[in-house]
T-cell receptor
């Protein structure tokens, strides 16, 4: 079992709709959770961090965390073609070392 | 605020050679982490430096080594290059007074081993 799992996609969503990206993790002791966006040929860009159960909203983005189910998700409202990218879920198991474990990423395409 | 910078942007080496990659952390950050990202995969943690000491290491052989300098910049050294070392090498800095647990990536160095 991989430590962090994501559906590799591609996930295709019409412009203006809600894109839903999901991630599961195996270590119950995981402390913090991050979503990165990576455009083709570029480096990952941090878009959301979440540490507590529940929802966290930032503009069009909402991160959701359920530690009991070991599940974290990212919702993108009013999807735009510029949101087309690979979305990486990352989990930090250890506050001290801040070692991020990444999923393989989900490729998202927003269709105009 | 200056972001994370990396050099060089691209590098081509042959098998068996050695390479040094460089990273300057974001201003106010004292921690640098290095990751390797193969094509189509998520980044994999190599190691992390905090105040010039290694502070955690992933599942990489000893021929991957690093340094951190007093100004918090860092180097990644890879000896005896293998074909499988071809990847995007990412440096991330963290440890600012706010959002200290968040890691911000530089643009990366694309290494090709022939």
């Amino acid at each position: 079992q991989k430590e962090v799992e994501q559906n590799s996609g591609p996930l295709s969503v019409p412009e203006g709709a809600i894109a839903s990206l999901n991630c599961t993790y195996s270590d119950r002791g995981s402390q913090s959770f991050f979503w990165y966006r990576q455009y083709s040929g570029k480096s990952p860009e941090l878009i959301m961090s979440i540490y507590s159960n529940g929802d966290k909203e930032d503009g069009r983005f909402t991160a959701q965390l359920n530690k009991a189910s070991q599940y974290v998700s990212l919702l993108i409202r009013d999807s735009q073609p510029s949101d087309s990218a690979t979305y990486l879920c990352a989990v930090n198991k250890d506050w001290g070392a801040q070692k991020l474990v990444f999923g393989q990423g989900t490729r998202l395409t927003i269709n105009p | 605020e200056t972001g994370v910078t990396q050099s060089p942007t691209h590098l081509i080496k042959t098998r068996g050679q050695q390479v040094t990659l460089r990273c300057s952390s974001q201003s106010g950050h004292n921690t640098v982490s290095w990751y390797q990202q193969a094509l189509g995969q998520g980044p994999q943690f190599i190691f992390q430096y905090y105040r010039e000491e290694e502070n955690g290491r992933g599942n990489f052989p000893p021929r991957f080594s690093g340094l951190q300098f007093p100004n918090y910049s860092s180097e990644l050294n890879v000896n005896a290059l293998e074909l499988d070392d071809s990847a995007l090498y990412l440096c991330a800095s963290s440890g600012g007074s706010q959002r200290y647990n968040e890691q911000f990536f530089g643009p990366g160095t694309r290494l090709t081993v022939l």
